[in-house]
Structures are given as C-alpha cells and as structure tokens.
C-alpha cells in the first residue's frame, strides 16, 4: 500500500473527534482525489502533511517554537516518498524535529486542521502560498526522554495543557481535547 493510499484509507474510516474535523476530513478527501500528487509539495493548491502532539506521563505536552514562523505549535511536517504511512510521517516528524528517541504512536489521527501557509519546494525553491491538510497524531514520550532542539525550531518546551505559551499557532488548543481523551 502506497503512502497515498493509506491516508485514504485512514481518513475514509476515522472517525472525526470534532465537527471541525470532520468537515476538515471531507476537504482532505476531497483533495485526495486528485490523486498521489496531493501528498506532495508539488501539488501548490494544497497538499496533506502530519504532525503529532507528544506527552509525556504527567500528561504535558512538548510543543516547538518555530523558527521561521514565531509560533509554539506540535511537531511535523511534510510527508516524504519513504513513509510508509501517514502516521509513520507524522512520528517520523517528530522524532526529527524534538530528538526524542522511542516515542509510542497512536496510529489513528486525533484531529485534522486545515491552514494556509507558505512553503517551498523540495528543491529549495522560494516559498510560496499553499496550503496544508495537517492531519495530526497523538506520541507518548517514554519516560526520561529528553529533548534536543533541530534546525527548523527556536526552541522546545514541555507544558500543561492549561498553561500553553504564546504566540500559540492556530489549531493547536483543538487537538488537546481530542489527546488527553485518547489518554483516559
């Protein structure tokens, strides 16, 4: 099964946790039709990404401050020609981007957003307005785990969901909900 046709398959059988999310469910497959290009940068109307809110035991969550935004969000990213699946993309993004080693995978989406954004190609070409389909998983961090900053953050911290940081990207606060009852 192609990385394409999992996230048809995982979004054609989830199970939305909001009534945001199941409307941003439709849209991602509604751009899904367009076939394996929309999971790529190559297709510049929009194309589906995957990112992952991490935890730990004390039910906190790690959260980036992106370097080239300003904004605290989760972990993720792009999708790449390698991942088997679009929940291998999201925990491969963020075991990169917080240098976490061993974190626990959710394997069903626990939100989607849908944002506008800009982003280059691949081949570093300039940025330019797209707009991604960011659907989005639910790690656990093993106990002990430390973080190490990458390239593409100013920094990482662990927060109580009730004690976010600012300036918070959008979409961040709406997949809390959906984690800490995936947790319970």
Request: aromatic share 4%.
């Amino acid at each position: 099964m192609s990385l394409y046709e999992d996230a048809v398959r995982v979004l054609t059988s989830w199970t939305a946790t909001s009534d945001t999310a199941e409307a941003n469910r439709k849209r991602t497959l509604g751009l899904l039709a367009d076939g394996p290009v929309a999971m790529t940068r190559a297709h510049r109307a929009g194309h589906v990404t995957a990112s992952a809110l991490i935890v730990d035991d004390a039910g906190r969550v790690l959260l980036c401050l992106h370097g080239r935004l300003g904004l605290w969000m989760q972990v993720g990213g792009h999708c790449e020609a390698g991942d088997p699946t679009l929940a291998a993309a999201a925990l491969r993004e963020a075991t990169e981007e917080s240098g976490i080693d061993g974190l626990v995978l959710d394997p069903e989406p626990i939100d989607i957003d849908i944002h506008e954004v800009r982003c280059g190609a691949a081949d570093g070409a300039p940025a330019e307005p797209s707009v991604h389909y960011d659907v989005r998983f639910l790690l656990r961090a093993p106990a002990g785990s430390v973080e190490r900053i990458s390239d593409e953050s100013a920094d990482l911290a662990w927060f109580a969901p009730d004690e976010l940081p600012s300036p918070l990207a959008a979409g961040v606060v709406q997949q809390i909900g959906p984690a800490r009852a995936r947790l319970a």
